[in-house]
């Protein structure tokens, strides 16, 4: 692959950047996998081992489980929670 670089090819500030990345990317993903855990059934739009799997999709996964996966009742976005 003619575009990629080794971790001795990339500036100080790329390796920053692939750290950082990483971190967040990992923080997405625990913090998916924590609520995935946490939440009953009914309030997942599928089925929760679905959405582990996807959820293991780099940074995508993460947020489309919590921009889709998660249901919003109306009782529960209008009590502020």
């Not at 967040?24 to 089925?47: E, F, V």
């Amino acid at each position: 692959m003619a575009g990629r670089k080794s971790w001795r090819d990339m500036s100080k500030g790329q390796r920053i950047m692939v750290i950082v990345s990483g971190a967040i990317n990992m923080a997405l993903l625990g913090a998916a996998q924590r609520s995935i855990g946490k939440t009953p059934d009914s309030r997942i739009r599928g089925k929760k081992a679905v959405w582990r799997a996807v959820s293991f999709i780099n940074f995508f996964g993460p947020v489309s489980y919590f921009l889709f996966g998660r249901r919003r009742d109306a009782a529960v976005a209008g009590s502020g929670r």
